[in-house]
């Protein structure tokens, strides 16, 4: 996508055709996302309690192949501009030392935010107070650490800690603990696939710390209900009306593909060789390919071959996605001398498991997906 947004022109509407298999860059794929953006507003001057965050670009989201995602609840990281706001610098009632304010339904919470002169943040606000100028994956860096925010806990635990403890778990903005607390509302609908009379909540903790304390992790929730474990902070200013919506597309969990398109990457156990489709020339060619979709908006390629043949034969399988134009290995399995054969872990959509054999025995090896890694483990 082009970077339009580094001018201050006001930009009426600006319409983002993202796809998950095929890169941010290709219109249609995997969804479509629909976002506007308004004017940008100067420079505010400073404010008590509240940070300002300048007009810029906020890569929303996650990138297809920046792991731990959730491929239907993030956008692919797209470049959004936004305008300037204020936001609270601490969860309300924004005072070191206070117990977040939490039990509220989102109603609520706008009020009393307006009972200030505030407002409740949009939730790419909010990702753009975390995630500062260099759109960081966590609000302190690039690599999660759970001791910065006191994250991996409980969220109903981490609400009931007064704020002003993680003095470092901070935005390049100066926002303050927007995780390890308690999770925040916003304004925005949650427009994930079809359901509705959701909101969206941000921030938090979670016992899965690594996934849930990224600025980019969102969490829907009823409009009307409380938690002890969900609270708010304010914004102020005009607000950003740009808001994310993700088509969510949920095919066959897994299924067998006639003809592998295109060729695999390099796989070690075949000498570094890459494989075509069945019939391709030498040195070797896919006999047996899959199509595997482990969660949705999710779609990876599972392809085995071998390269001689008996009683020499050389067979192996790899686990591929397509990012943009180029093909990404998540995994590479040597079978052996057995041409793969893979089945879908009953019950599990999030689980393989691939046959290989020796010259001593058959042998099995599962292949795990999770939030867009892939891990490949021994079955015993």
Not at 43 to 48: N, S, W
Not at 151 to 159: C, D, K, R
Not at 261 to 273: C, F, K, Q, T, Y
Request: glycine share 12%; aromatic share 6%; net charge neutral.
């Amino acid at each position: 996508m082009r970077r339009s947004g580094e001018a201050t022109v006001a930009i009426a509407a600006l319409v983002i055709a993202c796809g998950r298999s095929h890169g941010a860059d290709k219109a249609g794929g995997e969804g479509t996302t629909f976002v506007s953006a308004p004017s940008a507003v100067a420079p505010g001057a400073p404010r008590a309690g509240m940070a300002w965050v300048p007009a810029g670009l906020l890569r929303a989201g996650s990138p297809v192949d920046e792991t731990p995602n959730v491929a239907e609840a993030d956008l692919p990281g797209v470049d959004i501009p936004m305008a300037g706001f204020y936001i609270d610098l601490l969860p309300w009632p924004n005072e070191a030392g206070a117990i977040p304010t939490t039990n509220v339904s989102r109603d609520e919470a706008a009020r009393l935010c307006g009972d200030k002169g505030k407002r409740l943040c949009s939730e790419l606000e909010w990702e753009r107070a975390c995630k500062g100028p260099d759109n960081l994956r966590y609000e302190y860096g690039a690599s999660y650490d759970a001791t910065v925010c006191g994250a991996g806990v409980s969220g109903g635990t981490a609400a009931r800690r007064p704020s002003g403890q993680t003095p470092a778990c901070k935005s390049a903005f100066g926002v303050r603990e927007m995780h390890g607390g308690a999770w925040e509302w916003t304004d925005s609908p949650w427009r994930r696939g079809t359901a509705r009379g959701l909101g969206v909540l941000r921030g938090g903790n979670d016992a899965a710390g690594d996934l849930a304390s990224r600025c980019a992790h969102a969490r829907p929730f009823s409009l009307a209900d409380r938690s002890p474990s969900a609270g708010f902070r304010c914004c102020s200013g005009p607000r950003n009306e740009a808001e994310v919506q993700i088509d969510v597309k949920i095919g066959p969990a897994f299924e067998r593909t006639t003809r592998p398109a295109g060729r695999s990457p390099p796989i070690d156990a075949l000498d570094g060789e890459s494989c075509g489709p069945p019939l391709a020339p030498a040195p070797c060619s896919f006999s047996r390919a899959w199509t595997w979709r482990p969660a949705p908006n999710v779609e990876l390629s599972v392809a085995g071959g071998c390269l001689g043949r008996d009683p020499n034969a050389r067979c192996a399988l790899a686990v591929s996605r397509t990012v943009a134009d180029r093909v990404e290995t998540l995994a590479q399995i040597d079978t052996g001398r057995e041409i793969p054969e893979v089945v879908l872990v009953e019950g599990l959509e999030r689980r393989i498991r691939v046959r290989g054999a020796d010259m001593r025995r058959q042998f099995f090896r599962e292949v795990i997906f999770s939030y867009g890694r892939v891990e490949v483990k021994d079955v015993h």
